[in-house]
């Protein structure tokens, strides 16, 4: 069978700060669907990664005392530690720095040298460090960077410019024909104003500072930072290198499937990004998908507000999959979304402790008493009862409903339509009463009720694995089935009937013991 490339990216953060719930959120998010592609076969490539250049990091090492260099390497493992903890299944991890990254962008600034696409100018404006963001005076607020609130600084410098001027029309047209380029559609509303407003001439190299990827045919400049972020997308799939591996990698996966960015950053994805490709002969990516903020409070959680909290507190209060759960199921993706941790504890108790995790250890519980925790048999549809054949289509019309949400990456309702069948579940099991059924000997009936019941079970959890993937293996395991991870055919693995015959259940603890709120 042909796997069909599916590749996914997440921004490379800047690692002038630990991660936090924002950064952790675009991360966990393109985890799941890059889990739930490997689920219908397709040959998944998740990047993420990391930001290492410009003023806002040599700043930010300055401050501590150490080299640029030396900042990021310490500050890099805080990333890949923390993606590590919340069970993130990325398949490549691009650092700035790397050589495989520098020989990229080197590639690229001459690519679009020898076509013409640059010039050398002058600069005057204002630039904002903490966003590495160039405004005009007009663009200010009450002088003031628009975008953060923050101090802008005044920058004088003679630079090298990209002609994005001349890529308007060619974008606009672009956007017109690939009506899912940007996504939600309010995003894209967004930038086909900002396009037809008008572009002005990007200054793509500085050379006050010199932490960045140098210009190969111009001494003392160095890559806007920006200009060198978005090149990762395409560095980390082998872009600049002639070897063949690399020249098959790129051909592989590139144009991407998804750049997972937050709305904050949709201009340099959804402008810059696109018109640098053009310029360079190469496809723009197939979807940006701009998700919205995360807010406390009312407010955007963010390190400059300090209002940022980590993952970790709140992984050590619910467990990974609970921390994954909750902000896929309670933020509308592509929304703004207030977090809380009431908010955290309803969903929790709510949704997990009470409905999946109450439903699996009630069910193999009763298999481990009424049936000596052996798989019965699958019933016959003869004497099929209605709630039978209705949780049967329930569980029948899932795999398309859930690829449906998730095709619009919709993960909210991705997982309501797998709730759908849980709920039912929980239903059907208190109906058919096990505990009357073994009392009044009814052995053929209670066989064909648990069956039912672990059936639904078992295909729930293949359609919670993308967001909780540790607890629906934990939940084959105790089925006695197999890696539920290597399941490569979601739709097939759902078929009903799947459990045979004889598999071991084995009832273990509590998946998602209730919490008290204390506070
Ligand atoms: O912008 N809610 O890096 P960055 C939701 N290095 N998501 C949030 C968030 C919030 N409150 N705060 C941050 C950069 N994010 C550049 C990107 S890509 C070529 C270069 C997420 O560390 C969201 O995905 O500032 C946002 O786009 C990203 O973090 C910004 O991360």
Redesign the pocket.
Same mark, same amino acid.
């Given at each position: 069978m042909t796997r069909s490339p599916f590749y996914v990216t997440?921004?490379?953060? &800047?690692?002038?700060?630990e991660p936090? /719930?924002? =950064?952790a &959120? =675009?991360t966990v998010a393109a985890d799941a669907i890059a889990r739930y592609r490997r689920m219908t076969g397709n040959d998944v490539l998740f990047l993420t990664g990391? @930001?290492e250049h410009g003023q806002k990091i040599a700043q930010a090492a300055e401050e501590h005392g150490m080299s640029p260099q030396e900042w990021v390497d310490a500050i890099a493992p805080k990333f890949t530690d923390a993606w590590a903890m919340l069970d993130v299944s990325n398949d490549d991890f691009i650092r700035t720095t790397e050589p495989r990254h520098k020989r990229g962008v080197q590639a690229f600034w001459q690519k679009l040298h020898d076509e013409g696409w640059l010039y050398q100018g002058h600069y005057e404006g204002w630039y904002c460090v903490p @966003?590495?963001t160039y405004w005009t005076a007009e663009q200010l607020e009450d002088g003031v960077c628009p975008q953060c609130g923050r101090e802008v600084q005044f920058i004088t410098e003679d630079n090298w410019f990209f002609k994005l001027s001349e890529f308007g029309d060619r974008l606009l047209a672009y956007y017109e024909a690939n009506p899912h380029f940007v996504q939600p559609e309010t995003r894209r509303n967004e930038v086909l104003s900002f396009v037809r407003g008008g572009l002005k001439d990007l200054s793509i190299s500085r050379t006050t500072f010199s932490w960045g990827v140098p210009i190969p045919f111009a001494e003392g400049h160095v890559t806007y930072?920006?200009i060198d972020? /978005?090149l990762? &997308?395409i560095t980390a799939l082998g872009y600049g290198s002639e070897d063949p591996a690399d020249v098959a990698r790129f051909e592989r996966y590139w144009p991407a499937d998804y750049?997972?960015?937050? +709305? @904050?950053?949709i201009r340099?994805?959804c402008v810059i990004?696109p018109a640098m490709l053009m310029a360079a002969g190469i496809e723009p990516p197939t979807t940006v998908f701009?998700?919205?903020? /995360? /807010?406390t409070k009312g407010e +955007?959680?963010? +390190?400059s507000k300090g209002n940022?909290q980590t993952p970790a507190s709140l992984v050590k209060r619910f467990g990974v999959d609970a921390y994954r759960y909750y902000f896929l199921r309670d933020v509308a993706f592509g929304q @703004?979304g207030s977090i809380s941790m009431e908010g955290m504890v309803q969903r929790y108790n709510g949704d997990l402790a009470n409905d999946w995790g109450n439903l699996c250890s009630r069910l193999f519980n009763m298999t481990e008493k009424y049936l000596d925790g052996v798989a019965p048999a699958a019933p016959g549809t003869a004497a099929e009862t209605d709630e039978d054949a209705t949780m049967r289509a329930i569980a029948g019309k899932l795999p398309e409903t859930y690829e449906d949400h998730m095709s619009r990456l919709d993960y909210a309702a991705a997982l309501e339509s797998a709730w759908e069948l849980i709920k039912y579940a929980n239903r059907y099991i208190e109906n058919a009463a096990p505990w009357t059924l073994a009392k009044e000997g009814d052995t053929e009936r209670l066989a064909a009720v648990l069956y039912n019941a672990l059936e639904a079970v078992r295909i729930a959890a293949l359609f919670t694995a993308p967001v909780m993937p540790a607890t629906s293996a934990e939940i084959w395991r105790r089925l006695g089935l197999g890696e539920i991870a290597e399941v490569t055919d979601i739709a097939v693995a759902a078929g009903w009937g799947g459990l045979p015959q004889g598999s071991r259940v084995t009832k273990g603890d509590a998946l998602f013991p209730r919490i008290y709120d204390e506070e």
């Open positions: 997440t921004p490379i953060y &800047y690692v002038n700060a936090h /719930l924002g =950064t &959120y =675009t990391l @930001d @966003d590495e930072v920006w972020a /978005l990762n &997308y750049h997972f960015v937050g +709305k @904050d950053i340099f994805h990004w701009a998700h919205g903020f /995360l /807010l +955007k959680m963010s +390190k940022a @703004d």
